[in-house]
């Protein structure tokens, strides 16, 4: 059991009870007994066991295996308890860093791998919130646009895996001797393209595979526009 108190920015204190699970390097954390969190709620990270999903392990694992670990572990939890405060009040999550669910998550991460390669203007301005996919065909192949906003990037062919019109200047913005660079000739921003585009892709079904998969599950009701609330899961 730990005791943890969280200090707000108003000034109070809330006091948690949390329960803690203890399996090799790895601690699992819940409430002991749900009073100031739902006892589910994926919107606000919180498993269907109470655990709470503090990260993905493919890109920023969490062990706790000496002093620094555990400290570092601590400060995650406590943070995650203000960001649920926060949520609380606001009916959603209050930020745009948290892990997608399930296995949606690990194509999250190829998204951001993918934008982080595609260096110069796209890969230094671009946040993967922003990012948006399109589906199309075009004379029975499928198409996939992807976009920043509502401003088009580059498509690619789903099948070939290719971008489409590699003659074109680069959507990087870089130039070389004094030319803008072509997508095929410039770096492996072509192939970094397509990853995105694919990525996005898998993102999106994994995720609709999550809530298929949760379907049924009772809706806390604490979040404005949880997929689980009878109005809007259909």
């Not at 969280?6 to 090799?24: E, F, T």
């Not at 706790?64 to 670990?69: A, H, R």
């Not at 930020?95 to 203007?121: I, K, M, Y």
């Amino acid at each position: 059991m730990l005791d943890l108190p969280i200090r707000l920015v108003d000034g109070r204190a809330l006091h948690y009870k949390l329960h803690l699970h203890h399996s090799g390097e790895w601690v699992k954390a819940r409430e002991h007994t749900p009073h100031h969190l739902p006892g589910f709620c994926p919107e606000r990270h919180i498993n269907s066991d109470g655990t709470f999903c503090l990260f993905y392990a493919g890109a920023n694992p969490l062990p706790v295996i000496d002093e620094p670990s555990a400290r570092a572990w601590l400060e995650t939890i406590y943070k995650y308890l203000k960001l649920q405060e926060r949520a609380r009040t606001l009916r959603r999550w209050p930020n745009r860093s948290a892990w997608a669910h399930g296995d949606a998550a690990r194509h999250q991460l190829r998204v951001q791998e993918a934008v982080r390669a595609l260096n110069g203007r796209i890969g230094n301005a671009l946040p993967v919130d922003q990012l948006a996919l399109k589906r199309r065909t075009s004379k029975g192949r499928s198409i996939l646009d992807v976009l920043s906003g509502t401003t088009p990037l580059f498509s690619v062919w789903e099948k070939p895996q290719r971008v489409i019109n590699q003659k074109r200047r680069c959507f990087c913005g870089l130039y070389g001797r004094r030319l803008p660079k072509r997508i095929r000739r410039c770096h492996d921003h072509a192939k970094q393209a397509t990853e995105l585009a694919l990525a996005l892709r898998d993102w999106e079904e994994a995720e609709r595979q999550y809530w298929d998969s949760m379907r049924g599950k009772p809706c806390c009701g604490s979040c404005d526009s949880c997929p689980l609330s009878p109005q809007i899961f259909v």
